[in-house]
């Protein structure tokens, strides 16, 4: 990633043992986790359906970006810090340059079209049925991978071998074929679409989301209340208990998509301010030696850049997992772990499996409507409220059998 070399004639000094071990053995690690966590997310979204909902495409599309970066930018800096020299070979650098900078625009695009896919599904509730699907999402991705793609093949011009001569060395570097002077006008117009806009653009969106989350009532949902209303219309010889119990389970119902929203909200939000704060040494850095005569290039400092930058990388990952019990849950599933878990628990009772089968009724049931609207990544978070409310299903049953008719007509 990090092209910019000293072309000056003098004494060349290799990097120090200390550097060489510390940004080997860093680089390596932070990539080699990233590469793992990446490798687990775009897994269990395609290996999941229920995980299939136009926000994890997204995710999956950054995913796959920041495997590229890692892969394309980050091993081959440490073994370029291990040798104190480019090792790739000339197709090496035209290939991995463009691989890398691919991977940073794409990464940036993702983030900018998840963010206007939450603004539109919590702002405009209403459009988000036909904007805010699974077959445009997957539209969307395929049109910013192809312009990128596009958009990154000039890069293949602009990278070329430098050999580069010292007193007492000949110094072989992945650098740039034109001048510094031409490649300014490149570098400010790539600066400005793949980072000052799209953060510009995020802050916006997450103000007016924020607005709408936290500071007043959450839109109804369309999708949500039609089925509510053919409830009440099939339901209508309910007593007035049963109308009252519904009404509260619905209620709860409505209060669990809105923390859902708020979470899932939460998680892209710290994703997109982790992607600003990363990449601001690196993009500072460049900007500045853009007006410098001899260029900032201290070792350890450059270090500390690309560190961040791989970091960016390699911990959103973390962000789902932390954030979101629904990746959660299928990290562990991934790993072998929910099996062993599943078995080292006790019986629970009637009511925790009535509560298990009316939740995975639930899940299937969504999960075919996905395609029409399928808006947010959905979290188990009401796992005490249904089974209370299947508790007091049951205790119904035995006086009012009409009654326990009813609830499990309504869940199947």
Same mark, same amino acid.
């Given at each position: 990633?990090?092209?910019?070399?000293?072309?000056?004639?003098? /004494? &060349?000094?290799?990097?120090?043992?200390?550097?060489?071990?510390?940004?080997?053995?860093?680089?390596?690690?932070?990539?080699?986790?990233?590469?793992?966590?990446?490798?687990?997310?775009?897994? =269990?979204?395609?290996?999941?359906?229920?995980?299939?909902?136009?926000?994890?495409?997204?995710?999956?599309?950054?995913?796959?970006?920041?495997?590229?970066?890692?892969?394309?930018?980050?091993?081959?800096?440490?073994?370029?810090?291990?040798?104190?020299? &480019?090792?790739?070979?000339?197709?090496?650098?035209?290939?991995?340059?463009?691989?890398?900078?691919? $991977?940073?625009?794409?990464?940036?695009?993702?983030?900018?079209?998840?963010?206007?896919?939450?603004?539109?599904?919590?702002?405009?509730?209403?459009?988000?049925?036909?904007?805010?699907?699974?077959?445009?999402?997957?539209?969307?991705?395929?049109?910013? &991978?192809?312009?990128?793609?596009?958009?990154?093949?000039? &890069?293949?011009?602009?990278?070329?071998?430098?050999?580069?001569?010292?007193?007492?060395?000949?110094?072989?570097?992945? $650098?740039?074929?034109?001048?510094?002077?031409?490649?300014?006008?490149?570098?400010?117009?790539?600066?400005?679409?793949?980072?000052?806009?799209?953060?510009?653009?995020?802050?916006?969106?997450?103000?007016?989301?924020?607005?709408?989350?936290?500071?007043?009532?959450?839109?109804?949902?369309?999708?949500?209340?039609?089925?509510?209303?053919?409830?009440?219309?099939?339901?209508?010889?309910?007593?007035?208990?049963?109308? $009252?119990?519904?009404?509260?389970?619905?209620? +709860?119902?409505?209060?669990?998509?809105?923390?859902?929203?708020?979470?899932?909200?939460?998680?892209?939000?710290?994703?997109?301010?982790?992607?600003?704060?990363?990449?601001?040494?690196?993009?500072?850095?460049? =900007? /500045?030696?853009?007006?410098?005569?001899?260029?900032?290039?201290?070792?350890?400092?450059?270090?500390?850049?690309?560190?961040?930058?791989?970091?960016?990388?390699?911990?959103?990952?973390?962000?789902?997992?932390?954030?979101?019990?629904?990746?959660?849950?299928?990290?562990?599933?991934?790993? +072998?772990?929910?099996?062993?878990?599943?078995?080292?628990?006790?019986?629970?009772?009637?009511?925790?499996?009535?509560?298990?089968?009316?939740?995975?009724?639930?899940?299937?049931?969504?999960?075919?409507?996905?395609?029409?609207?399928?808006?947010?990544?959905?979290?188990?978070?009401?796992?005490?409220?249904?089974?209370?409310?299947?508790?007091?299903?049951?205790?119904?049953?035995?006086?009012?059998?009409?009654?326990? +008719?009813?609830?499990?007509?309504?869940?199947?």
């Amino acid at each position: 990633m990090e092209n910019s070399t000293g072309q000056t004639l003098g /004494v &060349w000094t290799d990097s120090s043992v200390q550097y060489k071990v510390v940004s080997t053995a860093l680089l390596l690690l932070i990539c080699s986790a990233g590469v793992v966590g990446n490798a687990m997310v775009v897994l =269990v979204v395609l290996t999941t359906k229920h995980m299939r909902t136009p926000t994890n495409c997204y995710l999956v599309s950054l995913a796959a970006a920041d495997l590229m970066v890692l892969t394309a930018a980050g091993l081959p800096t440490a073994a370029d810090g291990a040798f104190g020299s &480019w090792v790739f070979g000339r197709s090496g650098c035209l290939c991995i340059t463009y691989l890398q900078y691919l $991977g940073i625009n794409a990464s940036s695009c993702s983030i900018t079209a998840f963010t206007i896919e939450r603004y539109i599904a919590i702002c405009h509730p209403i459009k988000a049925q036909f904007l805010c699907t699974l077959s445009r999402a997957k539209k969307i991705i395929a049109l910013v &991978w192809t312009l990128t793609c596009a958009y990154c093949v000039m &890069w293949f011009y602009l990278a070329d071998l430098q050999v580069l001569v010292y007193d007492n060395a000949r110094v072989t570097a992945c $650098g740039y074929r034109v001048s510094r002077k031409l490649y300014l006008p490149v570098y400010f117009f790539d600066f400005g679409v793949f980072f000052v806009v799209p953060l510009l653009l995020s802050a916006v969106l997450y103000g007016l989301i924020g607005r709408i989350l936290f500071l007043n009532p959450l839109p109804a949902d369309p999708k949500e209340r039609r089925p509510l209303q053919r409830q009440r219309h099939n339901n209508n010889n309910d007593d007035d208990e049963h109308e $009252g119990k519904r009404s509260c389970r619905d209620s +709860r119902h409505s209060s669990s998509t809105a923390a859902s929203r708020r979470q899932v909200t939460k998680m892209l939000a710290v994703v997109v301010i982790l992607f600003g704060a990363l990449w601001m040494p690196y993009r500072t850095l460049v =900007v /500045v030696n853009s007006f410098l005569d001899r260029p900032y290039l201290n070792s350890w400092f450059l270090l500390f850049c690309r560190v961040c930058v791989y970091l960016n990388s390699a911990v959103n990952p973390l962000i789902y997992n932390a954030m979101s019990q629904k990746f959660r849950a299928a990290f562990l599933k991934i790993c +072998r772990c929910g099996r062993r878990r599943r078995s080292d628990k006790p019986a629970a009772g009637p009511y925790y499996s009535a509560a298990l089968s009316y939740s995975a009724v639930k899940d299937s049931s969504a999960v075919d409507s996905v395609e029409h609207f399928a808006t947010d990544v959905e979290e188990v978070t009401v796992a005490d409220g249904l089974l209370e409310e299947h508790e007091a299903v049951f205790a119904g049953a035995s006086s009012s059998p009409s009654y326990g +008719r009813v609830d499990f007509k309504m869940a199947a």
